[in-house]
Structures are given as structure tokens and as C-alpha cells.
């Protein structure tokens, strides 16, 4: 019996919702083993060749805003039956994550924990010695790790769409050749500005007696330690709460989102939203590690919330949930772009004066790190689909990040700094579109438009339109021809 697109689209979005909630379990440290291999298999009938091929014969005869929706579900069942062929490998890497221990000194720590004791070791040997042995262990998977990338090539090809980069660029909808050279105009419009900060803040505020900077001293930074309880993350969830009531975007969001700022034990270090069905079910996911790093991470998932809850039910459920992740990053860039902001962070933190001109430098320091990671991460994640022995690329990481942040990166973490299907490439794309939103929100509403109910209602429009067009044609609405790495050069030169 044939396939119907209808139902391959039912069992998807059932799929979607599925695998969000087993990842929200696992990366919120509610569940300690990885299960994904046993939620494919129950719905395996998605991963049957022929499901493909029925939505390519309804894509043959489809034209404007049905074949766009036709298209964004062909990209992603494809993208489940290559996940489904790396399960079992991510659930024996997951669960040996969650059970491994970094031992330092006489003390033993959970490897998911090493993040959070280096933001916080004010010693510097203390972090360089925790991030060392972090490393050590990371490398005793390093045989598993390769072994997805290689499994997951294999993958890709069998789908018969062509060779493995140019398959995975198709499948991404990307031009990686001019996402290369948007993100080499960014490292080289970026460079001058960047040392001359980074001479600035590292000779200020690092002990240069261990060395050279490490992504140890990076991670540390972020924290803003000495700050710490101006930036406690459950006052500053009440502030963020405020801030959308007075643009008026809280309403759905209190209906539809739920906040996890919660400690465990387990819980991943990176933030994330969980989006398990829009807009009534969304999480909202942040491990706490003290400081600046929490308030900012907090502000950047609430964006991406808000995409999500406020997308206009009319939608597709293609164009509410799939479609380009460019959106929804540049939206969590929009809301964490307030960490820059003199006044809002003056009525949130009650820093003044000194210490917050202080604080100012530090943030656009870190703002502009956080970019030029980006751009080196989208070139190295290139040039690691193309090489044809990715085992043999790990000093080639160390070599593009190290250079581009200035903070030393270890080979060993190469594959762990791997996110499948271009992921750096939906975030540089962020990037630039977040400051095309930024330049027409100043513009039309002022420099407080965060203040304004104004400003939120046309935000409203905005996130109503979902994923139902991709960064690149959104551009246009805010008066840009594209989407080009100009607009975000100039306003790198406003961050302090």
C-alpha cells in the first residue's frame, strides 16, 4: 500500500513531539540513560524508503507554499531515518557521558559537572587542572565519536541524494560556499576590533604566569563570578518575566512555557528549549552555573520560546516547528542582546557607574567571542564534511578556533564541538539576522525599545510568521536586500 503525505506528516509531527520530550528528560537530567534507538524502532514505518519517495512524487507537482511545506518535511524525515541509523552509537555515547567520572586531586566530580567547577574555581591552576582532566577523559571516547561520523556518512549516501557534503548541504538548505565567505568577512571585519579587547580584558582580569589564554579562562569569564548576585538566575527570571509584560509578549508565553532553572545532577550544561507541541508545550531549559553566563543563556532560550508560543496557530505544523533554525537563533540573539544594554541592565542589576561601564566592556568582549567562535566553528564544520578522513582533523579544529578567539583549544574536544546538519551555520545565520531586527527596532521605536508596547506588537507580527520563510527572504521585510554579515559588522562597533 502506498504511502500518503498526510499520513507521513501525522506520524512525523507524532515523531517530533516524541523525541522532544525523550530529549528534554535526558538533557534536563530527569532520565539518566538515552533511550532514542527503542522511540525510532516504535515508529519505524517513518523510516521506510518508501516514505521518501511519496513525498518526492507530491513534490514533483507541487508549486509555491505547498511545495516549500512538502519540501521543510522531505529535509527532515530524511534527517530522522539518518538519526535513527546513529541511535544506537548516540545512546552508548550518552549514556557513558552521564555515568563518567573526572577525578582531580582527591576529588571525583561527573563529567557533565566539569563546566560548572571551572566557571566557578577562581584559582586559575584550579580550572586549567580541571579542564586538563576533562579532556582525558573526553578522549576515551574518542574511537565512539568517530565511529558516528563515519556510521552517519554512510548513512547520508544511502539515501542516494549524491555524495555526503553536497547531500548534507541540500538537506540543511544551505549555500555553504557563501556561508564561508559571509563568516571569513565577519573574522576579518571583526579581527582588529577583537584583539584590541581581548589584549584588554585577558591582561586585566588573567593570571598570565599559567600561560596562554585557554577556553577554561573563557568559560570562567562568562561566569562573571565576582558579579554573581546581580546576576542570580531566579530574581533575574522575575526581571525577564517583567520585561515581556511590558511589551506585552508574556501572555502566551506564562500559558504555553515551562521554565527549568532547577539543579540536578545529570543536567546538561548547554541551555535549550524543548519544543514537544506549539505552541501549548515548550521547555525552557537552563543549568544553572552562577553568574552572568546564567542570566544570558536565560535570555537567549527565552527568544527562542517565544518564536515558538507565538507563531500563529494558522500555520502549518511544518512552518510552526521545522523549517530554518536561523529564525529562532536570531531571536534568542535579539533577547540576550540586552545583556549590552546601559539602561536595562542598570534597572535589572542596579550596577552603576564604574562597575558598570566595567561590566559593559566585558559583556561586548564576550559578545564578540561568542561571534567569532560561531564563524570559525561554521568553517571547521565545513571543512569536516569535505575531508575525507574526518579521524585526522582534530589539530585542524584546535588550529581555526585557537586563532579565532585567541583562547587555546584542545584537539581532543573536536568531535564533542561537532553538531550534525550544519548547526553552526543556522547560528551565523542568526547572527546577521538578529541585527537586521535589532537596527529596525532602534530605528523605529529608539534605543529603548524594549520598553515600548510598541516595539511588541511588532514583534507579534514578526514571531506570528513562524519558520513560514527562511532567514534569508525574512531579511527583506526589514527593509535589507539579504542576508549579508554587513549590518552585524557595524553593529560590533556599538558593543563596548
Known amino acids: 500500500?502506498?504511502?500518503?503525505?498526510?499520513?507521513?506528516?501525522?506520524?512525523?509531527?507524532?515523531?517530533?513531539?516524541?523525541?522532544?520530550?525523550?530529549?528534554?528528560?535526558?538533557?534536563?537530567?530527569?532520565?539518566?540513560?538515552?533511550?532514542?534507538?527503542?522511540?525510532?524502532r516504535q515508529h519505524r514505518l517513518l523510516l521506510s524508503p518508501g516514505v521518501l519517495q511519496a513525498i518526492q512524487r507530491d513534490l514533483s507537482e507541487a508549486y509555491g507554499d505547498k511545495r516549500r511545506r512538502l519540501k521543510t518535511l522531505f529535509n527532515w524525515v530524511a534527517g530522522q531515518q539518518i538519526d535513527a541509523v546513529l541511535a544506537p552509537l548516540d545512546d552508548e555515547l550518552r549514556s557513558w557521558e552521564?555515568?563518567?567520572?573526572?577525578?582531580?586531586?582527591?576529588?571525583?566530580?561527573?563529567?557533565?559537572?566539569?563546566?560548572?567547577?571551572?566557571?566557578?574555581?577562581?584559582?586559575?591552576?584550579?580550572?586549567?587542572?580541571?579542564?586538563?582532566?576533562?579532556h582525558r577523559r573526553i578522549e576515551e571516547a574518542a574511537a565512539l565519536r568517530l565511529d558516528v561520523v563515519h556510521r552517519g556518512r554512510e548513512a547520508v549516501v544511502q539515501l542516494g541524494l549524491g555524495a555526503y557534503a553536497e547531500s548534507r548541504e541540500r538537506l540543511a538548505g544551505?549555500?555553504?560556499?557563501?556561508?564561508?565567505?559571509?563568516?571569513?568577512?565577519?573574522?576579518?571585519?571583526?579581527?582588529?576590533?577583537?584583539?584590541?579587547?581581548?589584549?584588554?580584558?585577558?591582561?586585566?582580569?588573567?593570571?598570565?604566569?599559567?600561560?596562554?589564554?585557554?577556553?577554561?579562562?573563557?568559560?570562567?569569564?562568562?561566569g562573571m563570578r565576582w558579579l554573581?548576585?546581580?546576576?542570580?538566575?531566579?530574581?533575574?527570571?522575575?526581571?525577564?518575566?517583567?520585561?515581556?509584560?511590558?511589551?506585552?509578549?508574556?501572555?502566551?508565553?506564562?500559558?504555553?512555557?515551562?521554565?527549568?532553572?532547577?539543579?540536578?545532577?545529570?543536567?546538561?550544561?548547554?541551555?535549550?528549549?524543548?519544543?514537544?507541541?506549539?505552541?501549548?508545550?515548550?521547555?525552557?531549559?537552563?543549568?544553572?552555573?552562577?553568574?552572568?553566563?546564567?542570566?544570558?543563556?536565560?535570555?537567549?532560550?527565552?527568544?527562542?520560546?517565544?518564536?515558538?508560543?507565538?507563531?500563529?496557530?494558522a500555520l502549518s505544523w511544518e512552518e510552526r516547528v521545522l523549517g530554518d533554525d536561523s529564525i529562532g537563533e536570531s531571536f534568542g540573539l535579539v533577547f540576550d542582546s540586552l545583556t549590552l544594554d546601559r539602561g536595562w541592565i542598570e534597572s535589572v542589576t542596579r550596577l552603576e557607574g564604574a562597575v558598570l561601564e566595567d561590566y559593559r566592556q566585558l559583556a561586548g568582549f564576550l559578545r564578540l567571542y561568542r561571534l567569532r567562535r560561531d564563524a570559525a566553528r561554521l568553517l571547521w564544520e565545513v571543512e569536516l564534511a569535505r575531508a575525507e578522513?574526518?579521524?585526522?582533523?582534530?589539530?585542524?579544529?584546535?588550529?581555526?578556533?585557537?586563532?579565532?578567539?585567541?583562547?587555546?583549544?584542545?584537539?581532543?574536544?573536536?568531535l564533542t564541538d561537532h553538531?550534525?546538519?550544519?548547526?553552526?551555520?543556522?547560528?551565523?545565520?542568526?547572527?546577521?539576522?538578529?541585527?537586521?531586527?535589532?537596527?529596525r527596532l532602534n530605528?523605529?521605536?529608539?534605543a529603548d525599545w524594549h520598553r515600548t508596547v510598541a516595539a511588541g506588537k511588532f514583534l507579534l507580527e514578526v514571531l506570528s510568521a513562524g519558520r513560514r520563510e527562511d532567514a534569508a527572504q525574512l531579511a527583506p521585510q526589514f527593509g535589507v536586500e539579504g542576508l549579508t554579515p554587513e549590518t552585524l559588522l557595524t553593529r560590533v562597533e556599538r558593543w563596548q
Not at 9 to 32: F, I, N, T
Not at 189 to 194: F, H, K, L, M, S
Not at 419 to 436: D, P, V
Open 419 to 439: 553538531r550534525r546538519g550544519f548547526q553552526a551555520a543556522r547560528r551565523l545565520r542568526g547572527w546577521m539576522l538578529s541585527s537586521i531586527i535589532i537596527d
Open 98 to 134: 552521564a555515568g563518567a567520572i573526572v577525578a582531580l586531586a582527591e576529588q571525583e566530580i561527573p563529567l557533565r559537572r566539569v563546566p560548572d567547577w571551572i566557571v566557578r574555581a577562581e584559582d586559575r591552576g584550579e580550572r586549567l587542572g580541571w579542564e586538563a582532566a576533562r
Open 1 to 40: 500500500m502506498p504511502f500518503r503525505v498526510d499520513e507521513i506528516r501525522e506520524r512525523a509531527q507524532r515523531l517530533q513531539g516524541a523525541l522532544a520530550h525523550a530529549y528534554y528528560r535526558l538533557r534536563s537530567g530527569k532520565d539518566e540513560r538515552s533511550s532514542l534507538a527503542s522511540l525510532y
Open 174 to 222: 544551505l549555500d555553504l560556499a557563501r556561508l564561508e565567505r559571509d563568516a571569513t568577512a565577519i573574522l576579518q571585519g571583526t579581527e582588529a576590533r577583537y584583539r584590541q579587547m581581548f589584549a584588554a580584558e585577558t591582561d586585566r582580569r588573567l593570571d598570565a604566569s599559567g600561560g596562554a589564554p585557554s577556553r577554561a579562562d573563557a568559560r570562567w569569564l562568562m
Open 228 to 313: 554573581g548576585r546581580h546576576f542570580e538566575i531566579e530574581p533575574f527570571a522575575a526581571h525577564v518575566r517583567r520585561a515581556m509584560e511590558v511589551m506585552g509578549l508574556g501572555r502566551v508565553f506564562d500559558r504555553s512555557v515551562r521554565v527549568d532553572i532547577d539543579r540536578r545532577p545529570l543536567k546538561d550544561e548547554r541551555s535549550f528549549t524543548a519544543v514537544i507541541d506549539v505552541p501549548g508545550d515548550v521547555r525552557l531549559v537552563v543549568c544553572p552555573l552562577g553568574g552572568w553566563i546564567d542570566a544570558r543563556r536565560l535570555l537567549h532560550e527565552t527568544g527562542h520560546a517565544l518564536h515558538y508560543t507565538h507563531a500563529s496557530t
Open 389 to 414: 578522513r574526518p579521524g585526522e582533523q582534530a589539530d585542524r579544529y584546535a588550529e581555526l578556533l585557537s586563532e579565532a578567539t585567541g583562547f587555546a583549544h584542545h584537539p581532543g574536544t573536536y
Open 443 to 446: 530605528k523605529r521605536f529608539g
